[in-house]
């Protein structure tokens, strides 16, 4: 530690300003403040300050998907032998899917971090931490086949486009990690979307559908049954298909604090209230289905713990959390049930309401004005 | 007539060092007066080097608002009128002579005098800067009638003073500097107690107050919330406030007619050997007080408390309004992957680090800043430590916008420094939420001016 400390001594004078190299400072620094919390000291204010900071605040979310990114590498696996009738064990099904997985989570870290640097770079700022969280939601929410140089070019445009230009982590409008599927989704349809992607190097002959895409033609009868769908033994993107893994996540991001439990309730509870309203209004066999299977099926949960919470993004007041989380639920149902083009509605709803946040927060915000101004008017 | 109101929002912060309930009584040599403790004021000296000067004799006075005059706390001989860049006044140095002259004034009972006597006789004696305003936090204006004038009568801050242990024994002073108050406002006097923790007879035997009873963490002994719950501040309002060692000066002015700026102060901090009371004057030197009675190493001194004082050097004085020293260790290390560590003793308001697990354990935290300063990512962490009906991410919004009637709609004039230490403290993305304020408070003063 001493010597790395000393190396660093010794780099740092030629990366400052007036130094050769000061070209690198941001980068330079994002490696020093990696390796070491700084010692810097309050100046201003409170002369203590908590010990939380981005960087923690960011590995535990990570943290967080690591349960749902370990599952999804032994389902790709699994999902894998399954369809070419082969037996595997457990490694060797999580090897199988280890190593689909592991390139796109370093093509996804080393696209997105590059833009990061880059712009860190050149506006003289420290790099965020942003997108460590991304980067390991971007390779989760992917079919396992996907084309490596899709995920950069989606990854690139969705940090720049999504991110940079507002001004970088802090100032986005739109949930990056989402913004880049929806880019490959929109662009790249043939292979985001269809019978065919959820599996890795599936079996011709097998059926390579998802629940959710069987549930959208009326064949509820071949959906998988209530524990496969919970545990997650079922094709669809990679980290998305164990509930279970998911809620051990979101346990995690609760139980920190760094998670809303605003958000996520409220995402389930619209999305069950909405099931119920289908089941009553059902006029074919996917509005009767049983309203939880909506919570269980495809990436529902995995974005309401993960992609809906994102701070940024989302509702910033109390109550406009519950607002915003209540009406995902909604629409993910509405765009699931009523849209015949995509079975999945999630990722839709959610970039939908980032851009209506703002908005949600706007009216709280107002209210809390008229209460103050109302005071005045009551006294005078 | 008493009120209970329960706050559940805010932090205490679990720090070593606490300060004993004993204390020493400390001859200090050396005193200064700091121009610069007072908010918008523009000192203009009236004594030079070599002056002698009494308790009660005038130092300066504010530029813009000449009523309002500043007074030595000690008899003695100014030594050494301190001046910074672009020969801003820093501190007026006064050498006790240790005859404890005083300049004498009328006694009188406050009950029988009016608003404009007692006015008059605080202003010529100097104790007048002790009241202060909100909104902005500036020292009163002796022409105005303020809606109220609130006294917290016990401090939650980190290593807050218990006022119970000060004002004991000093019951009819108090109760007169009450009186006094009492007709500088057509309003109520108010004075805030928490059920549980005051104790003293002083305070709930005083006559002709309205008493107001907190419950819950800091900053609920913070006076700012506590108006915030009684007798909010619409646009206009104007509520004044000061500390119970204060109200003592003045009972002891009304009853001695001298300026007898004696004062109970405390050291703390987990850097003290011995964390106690010390029974000084204010504006006193730190320096006989600090001496050996800190631990080796390279500290940080700050006259009032961790979260919302003023560093001071080693040789430093205490400020006008503060009350307390503490003295933390510096922050200035490197620590090797920090953010990664379980972090079992790092105190953290989230349960991202271990230290969960220890509810109970008291903590020494130095001024390291754990991180570096980020655009706002994380929500909702300030609500969770400001008891107030207010959004403190938008109204600092706001105030970086210099967005004046958004400000005001948001409500500044509710909000002080102080209230928005704890917001500071919790932020994760380590930003100054207390400079903005001030900021926001000076740019809303000037526009309204």
Redesign the interface.
Known sequence: MKALRKILDNIKPHVEKGGKFSKFRSTFDAFETFLFVPDHVTAKGCHIRDSNDMKRTMSVVVLAVVPAMLFGMWNVGYQHFLSIGQEAGLWENFFYGFLKILPIIIVSYVAGLGVEFIFAQIRGHEVNEGFLVSGILIPLIVPPDIPLWMVAVATIFAVIIGKEVFGGTGMNILNPALLTRAFLFFSYPTDMSGDKVWIADKADAFSGATPLGDALIGDLDKLPSVSDMFFGFIPGSVGETSTLAILIGAAILLFTGVGSFRIMISVFAGGWLTGLLMNVLAVNSYMEMDAYYHLLLGGFAFGAVFMATDPVTAAQTKRGKIIYGFLIGVVTILIRVFNPGYPEGMMLAILLLNIFSPLIDHYVVQGNIRRRLKRIKVKA | MSNIIKLKKGLN?KLLGEAEKTVVDINSDFFALKPTDFIGVFPKLMVKEGDEVKAGTVVFYDKYRQDILFSSPVSGTITEIKRGPKRLLEEIRIKANGKSEYESFQVSDPKNLSKEEITELLRKSGIWPCLRQRPYSVIANPGDDPKAIFISAFDTSPHGLDYDFIVHGKGELFQKGLDALKKLTSGKVHLNVNPQETTSRVFHKSKDVQINQFTGPHPSGNVGIQIHHVD?I??GDIVWYLNPQDVLIIGKFFTEGKYDASCMISMSGSEVLKPRYYKTIKGTSVKPILDKNVKDGEH?Y?SGN????K?IQQEGYLGYYDYQL?V?P???????????LP?LG????????T?WMCTSKKYS????????????????EY?KVLPM???P??LLKAILAEDIDLME???IYEVD?EDF?LC???????V????IIRKGLDLMRKEMS
């Open positions: 912060i909010p619409n646009k940080r700050i961790v979260l919302t004082g560093k503490s933390i510096e922050g200035n290390y490197f620590e090797f992957l920090g953010w990664a972090g790092k105190f953290s308001v989230s349960r991202s680090f230290s935290i130095d001024t390291n800043l754990h991180g570096g300063e980020r655009a706002f990512v994380l929500s909702g609500e009906d207010i959004f991410v938008h709609n948001l409500g420094e230490a500071e403290f919790v932020c994760t993305s380590k100054n939420s207390q400079d």
